[in-house]
């Protein structure tokens, strides 16, 4: 089994920051791709951002220079440093996780949301 802990949303004003952290614990043999999705009311769920093994990254085209994903992969965790937020960054975003548990098993999990707020 293996669990995403999220951490770092709230309430900010637009024009500032917020920094999400997601913690992978569990049966880990190796993290493979990483990424943040949010999901607004009324909406589907969208991606942000996605991070390899080795580091690459995506954006989606909206949050290109205004946010920064990365990794620790001694910690098992990925972040999405979110600056210059406006109103419509208002979402619950949630990370994944491709883990592989063994040799032959290979599975994407995803962690239970945390509310970023961005008032006018």
């Known amino acids: 089994q293996v669990q995403l802990v999220e951490s770092g949303g709230g309430l900010v004003q637009a024009g500032g920051s917020l920094r999400l952290s997601c913690a992978a614990s569990?049966?880990?043999?190796?993290?493979?791709?990483m990424g943040w999705y949010r999901q607004a009311p009324g909406n589907q769920r969208e991606l942000v951002a996605t991070?390899?093994?080795?580091?690459?990254?995506n954006y989606a085209d909206s949050v290109k220079g205004r946010f920064t994903i990365s990794r620790d992969n001694a910690k098992n965790t990925v972040y999405l440093q979110m600056n210059s937020l406006r109103l419509e960054d208002t979402a619950v975003y949630y990370c994944?996780?491709?883990?592989?548990?063994?040799?032959?098993?290979?599975?994407?999990?995803w962690g239970q949301g945390t509310q970023v707020t961005v008032s006018s």
């Open positions: 569990g049966n880990i043999l190796k993290i493979n791709d």
């Open positions: 991070i390899t093994s080795g580091g690459n990254t």
């Open positions: 994944n996780a491709d883990v592989r548990t063994s040799s032959w098993s290979r599975t994407a999990y």
